[in-house]
């Protein structure tokens, strides 16, 4: 076929992304344009008008395609791969153009919602590449692919004019000044396109002044020649305007880049944390006012403690990247473990680097990171290829979970405990001690020391509680942060598994465990009560020490002692302390008074007694628990899912994580449990605080 010859030739272009809410796509938008060929053009770009007859050919190749048995589709970048939008129908609308209707799918909808495209290239064919204004045509033998969805607009071929680029003035320069070049000449064509379609309306309308034509005529060439004169103006000021913006968007670029190599200079950016990098400079190229919020960021430079120490170099906080990889390794290796032994181990080992990193001044770091950046830093600062974020994060929030113990119900560090990471059988016997105080020797000039044997005593404890605390995400298992993980996840986990093991724990305070006790009115019980208390501790020879004894108090009684005024002068004068930090050391719900650690107790049972306290010594009160056995073991190959130990460093309490996926309801499910039991230790070591009987009730008295 002669090249001169009319023919239809394949067009693309570039159109926004209409809100899929509506169930269409702009397809092609009114008016004249500049529109490149995918192939066959004559070297730059051609003029396409579209009108109300552009949605009838588009409409009827459609219903072409229809009849022969293949349905029209668009898909993403051209790919001829999957649909994004599956039209249904074209149709004329005034004022904006050729209108696609039909209905998204759900990785169409997704793609344009989240913001993964940009744009929409439609794909159509023209008349004539050399007519003055192109005609939009139906096209027998078209493929059924009509666009897709882009933030390049691709084509299946490079246009003439891109061939062309070696032969511009500008051949020997970088790739980024050629594509310059080459979108500034595009600007530069559909311009002259505009401004010679003036010229041709400025002779039509003198043309019919001479003439004397009917004034219908001439108005509607006069009002053509005023719309192409404001598409003039319009596009001059625009190719204005996008020089200058891309002015200020690559000094704004440059000055991000500035700030991002003194942040990785100075530790706040890993090196190889390109995505972080690259986040960054977007921003603060988009809004140059977020150059000081990276300016602001903080690495382990001179703004934070270094020493050295012969060829030693100590960075006392390390990236959050390098930590966070580290605990992923440790997390990796124990979910590979099938022995309990290695288990054990590792939990040990991310127990260590948690209690290290995740307190003190470096812990704002860590519980901030962002979540969208964690794996990025893992991979980038370790030699972790497998983080699995899901398991990390909840075996993060079970760290947490098992460090709010002790601040919830701080009963469970101050008594006899025996946690370990052992795993029994349910109602198991175990034997676990309370320690005496050993008798002093006098030393012997002639037989020297001697020996006595250790001062201890068993006690019998039946693993006859199997508790857990399951948890159910949903697909949003991982917020932006881990500290929102923490916050709304780990109280309320480790409330309702320290609450189940206190409770089992006070069963035990009753008048045939401990024979001694003290009777008190609610208006009576004041710091001298306590006092008392104490004292006939020491009697009954309970040592005394600093964190030895303590004393819990149902709250009402609680309250009273706080009231106390003896206390408060002593606060007011003495020690602040009792007041402004009541915890201490960051327990809850405690203050020191004499040798006691008081604890508020509400959930302390009656036990038919009017029990109103407790106080004791360590070896008053005695729990120990256990790990279930594993039972993904039995049937090796069959389970799924995720069975890890974790364990807290201060309390020495393991539990066992158990995390798999429920395919039918799309839900990701985290449970803890453990077994474990409760006894009452020496008698002597305890007394028991009642409400006066008189009083009626220990809970009004």
Known sequence: MNDDEPQPIECRAAVEISPTATNEILFLPIGLHAITPVSGGIGRPIKVKVGPESAQAIESQRSKLMASGKRPYFDFNHSDDRASFWPNQFIWRPGEGVIARGEWSDGGKRSVEGRDYRAFSPVFHVDNKRAEAATVICKDNADPNMGGLVNNPAFK???????????????????????????????????????????????????????????????????ELRIIQLEIENAEVKAKGESLAKQVTETNKKNAESAIKSAIQRGAILPKDFRTQNELIARATSDPSFISVIGAMQGPGNQLATRITGRTVTITEEAPGAIFAALARVNSNSKKSRKPDDKLSCAREFASIYASEFRGSNANRMLAFPIANLEDAIMAAGDVTDSDLGTLAGTLVVQRTLELLKFTFPSLAMFTTDFTSEQATFNQTIMTRTVDIPDVQTYNTTSGWTSSSATTQDVPITIDHHEGVPITFNEQIMASTIR??????????????????????????????FTTNIVSTL????????????????????????????MLLWPTFFGALEKDTALIQLAAFQKPEIITNPTGAGVALTIPVESFQVVKAPNLPTNDGNIVGFAGSKSALCIASRLPNDYTKFAPGVSYGNVQTVTDPDLGLSVMLVQYVDHTLATGNQRISLMYGTAAGQGLAGMIIKAHSSSGSSRVS
């Open 523 to 550: 208006g009576a019980f004041s710091r001298s009560v306590v006092i008392d208390a104490g004292i006939a501790l020491d009697l009954n020879g309970v040592p005394a020490g600093l964190g030895m004894r303590t």
């Open 157 to 223: 071929d490079l246009p003439l004019w891109a061939k062309n680029g070696e032969q511009l003035p500008n051949a020997g320069a970088t790739g980024d000044n050629v594509r310059e070049k080459r979108e500034t000449n595009m600007s530069n064509e559909e311009i002259d396109a505009l401004r010679s379609k003036q010229q041709e309306l400025e002779k039509e309308v003198e043309a019919l002044k001479a003439s004397a034509a009917d004034d219908q005529k001439l108005s509607q060439s006069q009002s």
């Open 484 to 513: 929102r993980l923490f916050d709304e996840q780990a109280p309320a986990q480790a409330y309702a598994l320290a609450k189940s093991m206190v409770d089992a724990l006070y069963e035990n305070i009753t008048d045939a465990n």
